[in-house]
């Protein structure tokens, strides 16, 4: 199982930390990852994260203003976001134990059911 938390509003510039409590399996024993989505466009991958194979990528969208990361002792998930943008807003999701494919991650066989995010301008 996977919970999100940490979602809600915030002025254009602002920052936010979101989380996902892992429960079932441990965050560090696959390819975790941040999805975004906004009602009627397509999931958006913006993140991924694989300890073991020392792998992080980022959407182009979000790279150098988005870091994911994990707790291994609280088995959590991370998404720490800098200067917000509108375009931010979307309901954000939490995946898990997927696979590495190429610089990425793919296939995940756990999702968590989001956490909204707002951005104001």
């Known amino acids: 199982q996977l919970v999100e938390s940490g979602g809600g509003s915030v002025q254009a510039g602002g920052s936010l930390r979101v989380s996902c409590a892992a429960s079932?399996?441990?965050?560090?024993?696959?390819?975790m990852a941040w999805f975004r989505q906004t009602p009627g466009k397509q999931r958006e991958g913006i993140a991924a994260?694989?300890?073991?194979?020392?792998?992080?990528n980022y959407a182009d969208s979000v790279k150098g203003r988005f870091t994911i990361s994990q707790d291994n002792a609280k088995n959590t998930l991370y998404l720490h976001m800098d200067s917000l943008k509108p375009e931010g807003t979307a309901m954000y999701f939490c995946?898990?134990?997927?696979?590495?494919?190429?610089?990425?991650?793919?296939?995940?066989?756990?999702w968590g059911r989001g956490t909204q995010v707002t951005v104001s301008s």
């Open positions: 994260l694989h300890t073991g194979a020392g792998m992080t």
């Open positions: 995946a898990a134990e997927g696979v590495i494919s190429g610089t990425s991650c793919v296939g995940f066989d756990h």
């Open positions: 079932g399996y441990t965050v560090s024993s696959g390819c």
